[in-house]
């Protein structure tokens, strides 16, 4: 049986292990999430929400195991191509998406009714492009004109223009690929300017915002923390919510399905989901989450030191980086040491 697995999973089988027990972990708990969702929107219909999810985890899993099929050489070849086509879609999304939680970051599909967000598109696109740029050009990974610049510039117009619609991915998409470019022995002078960079274009994009129809965006950050620092908003709600949710759980939990907070909490299927994991799997069944994504992490370093190739080990430290960060991002707002930020629990 193991013999078979590994003929059709190639990779690493603790990574593909990680993944399958998260992917379990999200349709045990969206499925005890979404049960009042499913009372008050679909009569009491309580399979619509967990057959949704069922159906995006098979559809997801289908598209990682044919991309893990793909040699990495074609990566490297379309990862131009793929930003290029992040830009136009970026701009639509901004100024024609769909507003969804006071943000026009989603992009419906025709026919299916589906909606993304083209800044998950772009995030691949751009880690892939980082990494090809800084494996080809190693040997002058010094140059700033040559090298430096051509990699830099397109991480900041990608950011830029995720920023106004959705500010924390852009931070994190730009630490990533700072830290990334890091790994790549970019020169440290090079990334200090680049920081010192990055704080003014974001201070200029704040002050333009505030005299322009972005405002409102601006005031929904400066809210966010106000709200972390202890003001009364709908924010503040949610994380008291997930306190409750978390203190109640205990050491074992409440058990699968016995949650209560899932009925207060806005967003218990995504933002926070951890809270709703914590409240019914106990403080043991968040130490577990946490630990599947540190594994995940620290084999994804193992991968990138014994490759013998340069693109594949900055691609595969790229999005381990990533989705990591967004991982921790999370539970961090879950458990208060973060302001809410939106993002949500990745593979779960």
Known sequence: MTGTLRKYLKGDPVIWMVIFILSIISILVVYSSTGTLAYRFQGGNTAYYILKHTIILFVGWVFIYTMHLVPYKFYALLAQIFLILSV??????LFLGTRLNEASRWLTLPVIGLTIQTSDLAKLALIMFVARNLAIKQESIGDF??????????VLIICALIAPANLSTAVMLFAT???????????VSYILLLGVTAVAILSLFVAISLWTHSEGRVKTWIHRIESFRGSD?????????????????GIIGKGPGNSTQRNFLPHPYSDFIYAIIVEEYGIIGGIVVVLLYLVLFFRAGILVRRSNRTFPAFLSAGLALLLVFQAFINMG????????????LPLV
Request: net charge negative; charged share 10%; proline share 11%.
């Open 88 to 93: 136009p879609l970026l701009l639509f999304t």
């Open 145 to 154: 004109r040559n090298t430096f610049l051509p990699t830099i510039i397109p």
């Open 177 to 187: 690929c700072v830290i990334l470019m890091f790994i790549g022995r970019m020169p």
């Open 233 to 249: 908003d709908e924010d503040s709600y949610q994380v008291e919510q997930a306190k409750i949710a978390i203190v109640t759980g």
């Open 333 to 344: 707002v879950a458990v208060n040491l973060l302001p809410v930020t939106g993002q949500p």
